[in-house]
């Protein structure tokens, strides 16, 4: 056993490029269609909403993209973050493992968000943006590009679903308090929302109107850009820093992960930690496991359909192939806000049909009490959507007991879960539940997919 | 201007002891009294509270303590904290001075607070103690040792003040989540908390009446031991390991500091960052300034008299000679909680006298004024009782900028503020208070003093 418990990487140490999955894909992905022509779209049809920069990395086959200078600065606030052996949780689980976590969640806005919220802030700076856009449910997202904004002077309107505008007070004072305006979602600050209200004064909104109201909000002024958290290439690779990042470290600690494991939610996270690992079982002849792990109650990577789909509720975005469980499904209200999500992004879907990735479903009760067993062995009390890859890791764990088998686990601590503490009172009230699909409500739900290509 | 943002250092730099002040200064405190006999207290008189270990270092005379190898391997979860060069801050004061910080916010409790929180569950762990009581006001030392106890199988019961437990909920679930039972002050579990309520159902508590209560349940039996989180000579020895490696990381930025601040409550995170500077002062002629920053609200450094006086409000400790506003001193409801305490530690109180240190008063409308310019600039939001470390920050940068000085600044950023956030939106909606105490009030409330010790 390794006589540290952490292991740290100095600035200098910190890697200059971000890595692009794209230019290893065995398999290219179909292309996004418009959803009227059903044709492929091109750069054009994106520039309203984003920045060029992004355009051109969202469609990149550079295996390396370099991180810019201006960049680097702000993630040396809280980057390179650690790396621990989870060392107490290892002699509670009593199984032959060495468990290692990436640690996001020393970032200022408490999970991995900012590393993708700081360069689209960038991108949108150097093209002269001055106002964006944003939607969020529970927040964390929301937080991250407040976080970021703000060193680029760019002002950031954030549309937050009603129901969590008023549940978790908090994440909306850490925007405020870094300069963004955030109203509830719907709203009156657009037609979208106008239009929900007048139908429905008291809508508890969802992220569909919120996604609806960001866009449209961003399409009415030329200066004004809409950015999102997750799914999109361009966000999945700003996040491959933490998977970077690890493999220096685990060399530190002269290991090598079999298990890699990501919570999922539209695969920023996931990808961040994995996809530098996955390249090298591509490349490199490696052949780590690597692990999404998605709510029971939203299992669209074991569950779903792989099909085109609207990235959001509403059907304002382009045609992406994904698995889905159609833009339609509305997913119980876990407490994972951040992986209720209808659908995985673009690339996860590519690479879990072709077979080099695998998923698993778990319940929001096992979930939590993952949760507390870490954070009763580690310290650290892990955000609601992060226990889904603790839940796994246990379940690795007691199969590498089973079978006798010594193994190396590595996985993301996306967040901590100090904003989130409501979630884990309702645990120990014993007032959580746990949400089962059945096969007719997916089956309805995606049933109209097949429209959508037609 | 260095071309580093952090600087980090390796566990094996980690500081392997304490540094005990009381083995420097050049007049010895003032033994503390039995409040009966007014005679010196022994060892035996603080044996029902505190281990034997405990109490050794509360008049150890060592200049530096081991630190155990156990406690060593807890703190590794977050230490050695990152020291961060604030550049991105002083662009915006635009005066001649460096800032550094040291992040102590990096802990899984969020605070300085388990510098000591851990120590203390280990030495009483050490000598069989099973279950331990404290009392919190705003809940940052009681989730600090409900996350040391766990690691030690201690079970631990939180006397938390009523109008704190309603009103912060999520530090009471932190508390739950680490295994620590809470319970509101005034309870049902004690005499003490039982009179109050008897005489007043409805009493919102107070960190007098929540000492009373931990106490009194700690002496009951012979298995229970008390903590408490600032204050005492071993809570803030154990507390130096901040500026022990604030020292090294300064030296691996070629720097050292002119002023060292600390925000100022009874004495532990200001402890920690100075003391290892002063002992520099003291020994190896140094004139670094040093800077005690309390609230205008609870002035007790610098509108306080220096007397004997109990350390809580019931007047169950022994008399210490401190700098005090009376014991029965009720400080205004600032969000500062942790700073809202009647008297100063002893070391920090004879130090004042000697000229050692100096001290400061803000009000807190100017600190979240300051905490916000912080966290749009660096990006990290600060607890209420930090902000009074950034407030002065920004008065001695202006001082500089008027005097044409360079400086290099260092202050320790104690906590996050991402559980009290509550605080920083009713400073958005222009809610908050100055509160002024008067020369009557202060004449007042010390004026019993005299009787304590006739």
Known sequence: MS????????????????????????NPMLPPLHPGTKQPIGPEDLAPLFPMELIKQEVSQERFIDIPEEVQDI????????????????????????IYYKNESVSPAGSHKPNTAV?????????????????????????????ATQFFGIELQVFMVK??????????????????????????????????LAANPDSPGSLGIAISEAIEAAVQDEHTKYSLGSVLNHV?????????????????????????????????????????FLKNNLSNGHDTKIVAVEPESCPKLTRGKFHYDFGDTVGLTPLIPMYTLGHNFM???????GLRYHGAGPIVSQLLKDGLISANAVHQKECFEAGVKFARTEGLIPAPETTHAIAQVIKEAEQAKLEGKEKTILFNLSGHGLVDMAAYDQYFAGQLEDYSITEDQIKESVAELDLLTK
């Open 236 to 276: 999945l690779l700003h996040q491959t820093i933490i998977g970077l990042e690890a493999q220096k470290q685990m060399e530190l600690a002269d290991d090598y992960p079999d298990i890699v494991i990501g919570c999922f939610g539209g695969g920023s996270n996931f990808a961040g930690i994995s996809f530098p």
């Open 75 to 98: 993630y040396k606030i809280w980057r390179p973050t650690p790396l621990i052996r989870a060392t107490n949780f290892e002699k509670m689980l009593d199984a032959p493992v060495k």
């Open 3 to 26: 006589k540290f418990k952490k292991f740290l990487l100095s600035e200098k140490e910190m890697p200059m490029q971000w890595y692009n999955i794209m230019a290893d894909m065995p």
């Open 119 to 147: 360069p689209q802030a960038y991108y949108n700076y150097k093209e002269g943006v001055k106002r964006m856009t944003t939607e969020t449910g529970a927040g964390q997202w929301g937080s991250a590009l407040s976080f």
């Open 163 to 196: 129901v969590s505008f008023n549940q978790k007070p908090y994440r909306k004072s850490m925007m405020n308090t870094w300069g963004a305006k955030v109203v509830a979602s719907p709203s009156e600050l657009t037609e979208s929302g106008r239009r929900v």
């Open 331 to 337: 997913p119980p209200q876990i407490h994972a806000g």
